[in-house]
T-cell receptor
Framework: KQEVTQIPAALSVPEGENLVLNCSFT??????LQWFRQDPGKGLTSLLL?????REQTSGRLNASLDKSSGRSTLYIAASQPGDSATYLC??????????FGAGTRLFVKA | DVKVTQSSRYLVKRTGEKVFLECVQD?????MFWYRQDPGLGLRLIYF???????EKGDIPEGYSVSREKKERFSLILESASTNQTSMYLC??????????????FGPGTRLTVT
C-alpha cells in the first residue's frame, strides 16, 4: 500500500533563504508525482508535476526532483518570499484513479 | 488554463438537510473527483467518476452519493447531512491520456458547516 510522508510538518525561515521540502513514498511504482500549494481555506494549486521517467522539473524559483529508486522527491524554493507562505503537499499517482497525498509541510517565511 | 469551479465557497446547513455540491470543469476532462479535507486526516477520496454516468466509490463513500450527467459537471450529494460531515470539500479533474500526464486540477473548495 502506497504511503506518502512529508517532513518537516512545519518550517519557519527568514525571507531570502533557500529551502528544501521533502516527500517520501513507499512504493516506487508511481506514474508521476505532483507538488501542490494550498493557502489557508483555499483549494490546491498545482505547482509542478514530474513524470516517472523524469528526474526534475523547474518553474521559476521552484525546482522539484524525483528519485524513484530511493522513494524520494524534493521541492526546492530559491530566495523565499513572504508570499511563499502556505502549505505544500506532494501527491503520488500510481497510474490508477487513486492519488496518495502527503499531509503537507506548512511553510512560514518571515519578512 | 484549466478551470475548476465549485458552486459555493461557504455553506451552512442543518442536520438532516439534503445538500448538493456542484463542480464544473472547462477542459473536457474525463476524470473527476470529490475529496474531503480534515485537519490531521489529510485529503480523503469520497467518489470519483471516470466518464459520464460512470462512478466509483473512494475511501469514504458512506453518507454520500454523486451524479455525473454531463462531462463537465460532477455533483456530490449529502442525502441527510450530519455534523460529522462538516468539512472542506474539494473537487478535482484530470484528463485521461498519456499526453496529459494525469495532472490533477482542483477547485477552490467548499467549506461546509452542518449545525
Amino acid at each position: 500500500k502506497q504511503e506518502v510522508t512529508q517532513i518537516p510538518a512545519a518550517l519557519s525561515v527568514p525571507e531570502g533563504e533557500n529551502l528544501v521540502l521533502n516527500c517520501s513514498f513507499t512504493d516506487s511504482a508511481i506514474y508521476n508525482l505532483q507538488w501542490f500549494r494550498q493557502d489557508p481555506g483555499k483549494g490546491l494549486t498545482s505547482l509542478l508535476l514530474i513524470q516517472s521517467s523524469q528526474r526534475e522539473q523547474t518553474s521559476g524559483r521552484l525546482n522539484a526532483s524525483l528519485d524513484k529508486s530511493s522513494g524520494r522527491s524534493t521541492l526546492y524554493i530559491a530566495a523565499s518570499q513572504p508570499g511563499d507562505s502556505a502549505t505544500y503537499l506532494c501527491a503520488a499517482n500510481t497510474g490508477g484513479f487513486k492519488t496518495i497525498f502527503g499531509a503537507g509541510t506548512r511553510l512560514f517565511v518571515k519578512a | 488554463d484549466v478551470k475548476v469551479t465549485q458552486s459555493s465557497r461557504y455553506l451552512v446547513k442543518r442536520t438532516g438537510e439534503k445538500v448538493f455540491l456542484e463542480c464544473v470543469q472547462d477542459m473536457d476532462h474525463e476524470n473527476m473527483f470529490w475529496y474531503r479535507q480534515d485537519p490531521g486526516l489529510g485529503l480523503r477520496l469520497i467518489y470519483f467518476s471516470y466518464d459520464v454516468k460512470m462512478k466509483e466509490k473512494g475511501d469514504i463513500p458512506e453518507g454520500y452519493s454523486v451524479s455525473r450527467e454531463k462531462k463537465e459537471r460532477f455533483s456530490l450529494i449529502l442525502e441527510s447531512a450530519s455534523t460529522n460531515q462538516t468539512s472542506m470539500y474539494l473537487c478535482a479533474s484530470r484528463s485521461h491520456g498519456l499526453a496529459d500526464s494525469y495532472e490533477q486540477y482542483f477547485g477552490p473548495g467548499t467549506r461546509l458547516t452542518v449545525t
